[in-house]
């Protein structure tokens, strides 16, 4: 089993909605991530913290706003979105961010916008 | 521009078949090839690190190869239960980090 736990696991959402993401992993690792997926697609990286700082955004908009509380607490903030941004989720986790490190991924957290 | 390309998209097999999938890079200095499972709706499962050309790597029906140029999952006896798409992913210095470039994945449904 997966030890990077996403919650919700399903959330519908409205346009003008407010909602978060949430993700945990206890393995002591410190770079932690958010992924999107579109069916039939792989992972495409969103968000990357490393010691709880982003160290890198791929240039994705502004409705989507991640916050790292703690070191093993990672969120992704929605405000507006849009049907197309309809997606499974995930959250991931590695050791470091260095070469060779693994990134483990969590369960995904299914979003539908309507 | 690094390139990863599975193949094939789709397979399909009978239980007891044994097959396997490609996965063909285009990297300068691989600095890891990661082989992952995903099952619908999940998130992607954690097989496999190879770090250089001659390496293999073994989990049950499952053993993983790797060449300067591919890579390549072989998969003995499946049973039903290996059905799922299989991702393979490269870390090279032209990405930050360990950042992964994932190839497009092999479905892969196993008949009883």
């Known amino acids: 089993d997966t030890e990077v736990t996403q919650t919700p696991k399903h959330l519908v959402m409205g346009m003008t909605n407010k909602k978060s993401l949430k993700c945990e992993q206890h393995m002591g690792h410190r770079a932690m991530y958010w992924y999107k997926q579109k069916a039939k697609k792989p992972p495409e990286l969103m968000f990357v913290y490393s010691y709880e700082k982003l160290s890198i955004n791929e240039s994705v908009p502004s409705r989507f706003s991640p916050e790292c509380p703690n070191s093993s607490l990672l969120n992704l903030h929605l405000h507006a979105l849009q049907p197309e941004d309809s997606a499974l989720y995930l959250c991931a986790s590695s050791l470091g961010q260095g070469y060779g490190n693994t990134i483990y991924f969590g369960e995904g957290s299914w979003l539908t916008v309507v | 521009e690094d390139q990863v390309t599975q193949s094939p998209e789709a397979l399909r097999l009978q239980e007891g078949e044994s097959s396997s999938l490609n996965c063909s890079y285009t990297?300068?200095?691989?600095?890891?090839l990661f082989w992952y499972r995903q099952d619908p709706g999940k998130g992607p499962e954690f097989l496999f690190t190879l770090y250089s050309a001659g390496e293999e790597k073994e989990k049950e029906r499952l053993k993983a190869t790797l060449t300067k140029k591919e890579s390549f999952l072989h998969i003995t006896a499946p049973k039903p239960e290996d059905s799922a798409t299989y991702l393979c992913?490269?870390?090279?210095?032209?990405?930050?980090?360990?950042?992964?470039?994932f190839g497009g994945g092999t479905r892969l449904m196993v008949k009883p």
């Open positions: 992913a490269v870390q090279a210095p032209s990405n930050a980090g360990n950042m992964l470039t």
């Open positions: 990297v300068s200095g691989l600095r890891g």
